[in-house]
């Protein structure tokens, strides 16, 4: 734990004080949050649940570039300079190394999401029509999702452009497929249908029955699906991380 | 402390560490000596459980480092040969960092101290020098009071006092007990510190003994001598060299 809690303070001076983190983590999230809300809450004709929906899809922009892009790049960065390799002819667990960073990175996206939250009551008068506990322990459980899949990549990335690929191509595709920017609702049903493959997806569907407070109705399976994910990418991540 | 018989690697089709075995008892040096290339690094990283290798017996204070990882490298140290930093880290927290993956550390500030990086805390590790640096990657190396250390070319970069002081530290901890495997292409150095020598020509031992035996057995005057016919570079092949660039 000492080794954790250490571990996760110097990473966290490192991290923060390179720019990307700021860039990616925080500010680019809460712009675009802050452009979906304006366009979403002004239309009249997408309806005044469209926008409340949207809030969904918005705070998750900063797990996803935390998550999938920071976590998993820096790690591989760290793989690729050989200071994994350092790290493996000491006692330390793997899993501390990822969640150490893992923690850095989560620092950020709960800024950005104090930022989004911000944004989205001040400028655009958001109230949300379901209960704050059950949305915020979603959001807690899409996280932990979104972040053994960053975690799976970060560990498993034979080499810099492999990582760089796959966190990309994970980003982007739930950026743009999942409902996080272009909502669901107003995709074609084809696209629909591919969206669904997507975990995030899933979150996103589960995250506006909380903003709603709807019953969970196909809960389960989305549910099922995010804490596949976990299993999968820490389970993954303890056993194959590769330190080369 | 340390036991490794018939260590093979092999990168694809080309045998990078051909049956290397030796022991090393409590208090005890080793020197892996070899050219550029023989097999130096590979077989440290063979022993050290982090390159797959075929072996009969490896073992590092009675246990295996693939299966008992954390346990053995609770008491092991390493300084590879090149060692990297994330950018920004400073000394202090290099420091801090390593020894927070311990039970047990040294007393930081003495060795701080001691490798001449007292004053250099708050600054940056990759804007240390050459010799500084290196200074650095040892001392993290011995931060949690190892039983065992490995060396990769340990002096490199270092100036002649950095060197000596380096000497001196080590010959001490030796006398305390502290186990050593190290490379070196400093004789000197080898002579000053070493029980042992191994030396590798092609990832194969061409020979292993102490250091007086290296000399006695060769038909040269010295160490270095000695090792250049071991290590099969010999004297006359560099003067064929000179002639046909001239």
């Given amino acids: ?244 | 402390m340390l036991n490794v018989r018939n260590l093979s690697i092999s990168y694809g089709s080309k045998t990078a560490v051909d049956r290397v075995s030796f022991e090393l008892g409590q208090g005890e040096v080793i020197g892996l000596l070899g050219a550029n290339g023989a097999g130096k690094s590979s077989a440290i990283a063979g022993i050290l459980g982090i390159q797959k290798s075929t072996f009969e017996e490896l073992t590092l204070l009675g246990r295996s480092p693939i299966a008992h990882r954390r346990e053995v490298f609770q008491q092991v140290g390493v300084q590879f040969q090149e060692t990297n930093f994330p950018d920004r880290l400073t000394v202090q927290e290099a420091c801090l960092q390593w020894a927070s993956l311990y039970r047990e550390t040294a007393d930081v500030n003495e060795l701080l101290h001691y490798f001449g990086l007292a004053g250099h805390e708050n600054q940056a590790v990759n804007s240390l020098s050459g010799g500084e640096r290196q200074r650095l990657a040892v001392l993290l190396a011995l931060i949690h009071n190892p039983k065992l250390v490995f060396l990769d070319e340990l002096t490199t970069g270092l100036d002649t006092k950095a060197r000596r002081l380096l000497w001196r530290r080590l010959l001490t901890m030796k006398k305390a007990g502290l186990s050593i495997v190290l490379t070196s292409h400093y004789m000197d150095e080898v002579e000053v510190l070493c029980d042992r020598v191994l030396i590798l020509k092609h990832g194969q031992t061409v020979f292993q003994g102490t250091v007086s035996d290296a000399i006695g057995t060769s038909s040269k005057p010295t160490l270095e001598d000695a090792y250049l016919e071991y290590s099969g570079e010999r004297e006359e092949d560099w003067d064929e060299i000179a002639n046909h660039v001239s």
């Avoid at chain 1, 983590?25 to 809450?41: D, E, Q």
């Avoid at chain 1, 994994?84 to 923690?103: D, G, H």
């Avoid at chain 1, 909380?210 to 099922?224: D, F, K, S, T, V």
């Fill in chain 1, 1 to 244: 734990m000492k080794s954790l809690i250490t571990l996760a303070r110097i990473e966290g001076r490192l991290v923060w004080k390179g720019m990307d983190i700021v860039l990616f983590g925080i500010c680019f999230p809460v712009l675009l949050a802050s452009l979906f809300g304006y366009l979403l809450s002004r239309d009249a004709s997408s309806g005044a649940s469209n926008f409340q929906l949207s809030f969904a899809a918005v705070t998750t922009i900063g797990v996803l570039a935390t998550g999938v892009m920071g976590l998993p790049l820096t790690i591989a960065d760290y793989r690729h300079r050989q200071i994994l390799k350092r790290f493996q002819v000491t006692p330390v667990s793997p899993v501390y190394l990822v969640m150490a960073q893992a923690l850095v990175q989560l620092s950020a996206a709960l800024v950005s999401f104090t930022a989004v939250v911000t944004v989205y009551h001040v400028f655009f008068d958001f109230r949300l029509p379901g209960s704050w506990p059950v949305f915020l322990l979603t959001y807690g459980l899409v996280t932990l999702a979104m972040y053994s899949l960053g975690m799976l990549i970060g560990g498993l990335a034979p080499n810099q452009k492999a990582a760089n690929l796959w966190s990309t191509l994970a980003y982007f595709t739930m950026l743009l497929f999942s409902g996080a920017t272009i909502p669901y609702e107003v995709m074609p049903r084809w696209v629909q249908w591919l969206m669904d493959v997507l975990p995030l997806a899933h979150g996103i569907h589960l995250l506006k029955h909380a903003i709603m407070g709807e019953p969970w109705g196909q809960g389960g399976l989305h549910a099922a699906v995010l804490i596949g994910c976990i299993l999968i990418g820490a389970g993954g991540t303890a056993k194959f991380f590769k330190w080369r």
